[in-house]
């Protein structure tokens, strides 16, 4: 398949069906996504890949974390506040997304519900948290992008479909205790993975990309 096709076909997918990868697969992927290119060849990724047993655990801890409602306490700080046609493009996202549940704007409890499937891995069977270690900031949020990404294609290329989340850098607390994280280590973001449910009316949302022009110049 060729990257192009990989590309066209990708989409975040938000609802899963109950069919864990194996063993072998989830190697395979993995050692694959370790030819991601880093700035230095530092590769400055530490992936925690969680399944089974544990990701239920972090589940049920990430929905008292988020019931509880204390402010989120990200190990980085990356939240922007969106400006001009970057917030148009976040509203697209937000109304693609709400639009293909018909979630209507003005509900917020609806709205609400529906992020917090964030926490709960929107049902998938296995959740990536992407740390790195917090002294690197901007060079190594750069290197660990790059490896989602390259990790997202690879999944796309064998039918496993991906969302990436910044959501789940945003309580690290209940990850960093089950996980037993070390302090220096931040969770970035995460990516819950696994097949996608083909019926799922959240798994029918896409979204658009602005035109070229808008984004690349062209010198001679
Ligand atoms: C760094 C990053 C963080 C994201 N965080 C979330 C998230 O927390 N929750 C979510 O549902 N989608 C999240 N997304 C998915 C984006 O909303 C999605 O990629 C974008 O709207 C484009 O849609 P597409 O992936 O279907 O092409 C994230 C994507 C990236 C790259």
Redesign the pocket.
């Known amino acids: 398949m060729s990257i192009n096709s990989i590309l066209k076909q990708?989409?975040?997918t938000?609802a899963f069906i109950d069919k864990p990868l194996s063993t072998g697969q989830l190697q395979e992927i993995f050692t694959s996504a370790q030819l991601s290119v880093s700035n230095c060849n530092v590769q400055p990724w530490q992936v925690m890949v969680v399944s089974g047993d544990t990701r239920i655990q972090l589940k049920q801890a990430f929905m008292r974390a988020i019931m509880s409602g204390n402010n989120p306490n990200p190990d980085f700080d990356w939240t922007p506040k969106y400006q001009n046609e970057h917030r148009q493009r976040q509203f697209g996202?937000a109304n693609?997304?709400y639009g293909s549940v018909g979630i209507a704007r003005e509900d917020k409890q609806a709205r609400m519900q529906s992020?917090a499937r964030?926490w709960g891995f929107?049902d998938a069977p296995h959740v990536a948290f992407f740390c790195m270690e917090k002294y690197l900031g901007i060079m190594g949020a750069v290197d660990l992008?790059v490896y989602?990404?390259t990790l997202s294609l690879i999944m796309q290329e064998q039918g496993i479909a991906s969302?990436?989340?910044?959501?789940?850098g945003q309580f690290p607390d209940p990850a960093r205790e089950i996980l037993e994280l070390p302090d220096e280590l931040g969770i970035l973001?995460g990516m819950s993975f696994g097949y996608a449910d083909p019926d799922a009316p959240v798994n029918k949302?896409?979204?658009k990309r602005a035109d070229l022009a808008a984004a690349v110049k062209f010198y001679n």
């Open positions: 990708r989409a975040s938000r996202a693609a997304l992020m964030n929107f992008g989602a990404q969302c990436m989340q910044g959501a789940l973001f949302t896409r979204t």
